[in-house]
Nanobody, 125 residues
Framework: QVHLVEFGGGLVQAGGSLRLSCEAS????????MGWFRQTPGKERECVAA????????YYDASVKGRFTVSRDNAKNTMFLQMNSLKLEDSAVYYC??????????????????WGQGTQVTVSS
């Protein structure tokens, strides 16, 4: 198993930036593809970005493409989500997740096996 915890959420004005971090326990980080998801009340948890185990391939939802960047530092068991040009609709609880299946990147929440506790991102006007 891998345990995940997110850091970096907070309140930011529209147009601003935040950098989220996801720290993994143990020495198993390299064995997982990783994803960032977000969820607002009453809506499905949706994938906004993902990266393969070695970072060679990435995925971005169309709503964040060009504004968000996912990266990972496997030596530190950490994944990042750099969020720039934030919009009001980016407000959500953001979760990092680990996928044990090392195939192509997956975007469905139920495909992921381990989850962090979430961190709140609030974008104000």
């Amino acid at each position: 198993q891998v345990h995940l915890v997110e850091f970096g959420g907070g309140l930011v004005q529209a147009g601003g930036s935040l950098r989220l971090s996801c720290e993994a326990s143990g020495r198993t980080f390299n064995n997982y593809n990783m994803g960032w998801f977000r969820q607002t009340p009453g809506k499905e948890r949706e994938c906004v970005a993902a990266a393969t185990w070695n970072g060679s391939s990435t995925y971005y939802d169309a709503s964040v493409k060009g504004r968000f960047t996912v990266s990972r530092d496997n030596a530190k068991n950490t994944m990042f989500l750099q969020m720039n040009s934030l919009k009001l609709e980016d407000s959500a609880v953001y979760y990092c997740a680990a996928d044990r299946t090392l195939t192509g990147l997956r975007v469905r929440a139920y495909d992921y096996d381990y989850w962090g506790q979430g961190t709140q991102v609030t974008v104000s006007s």
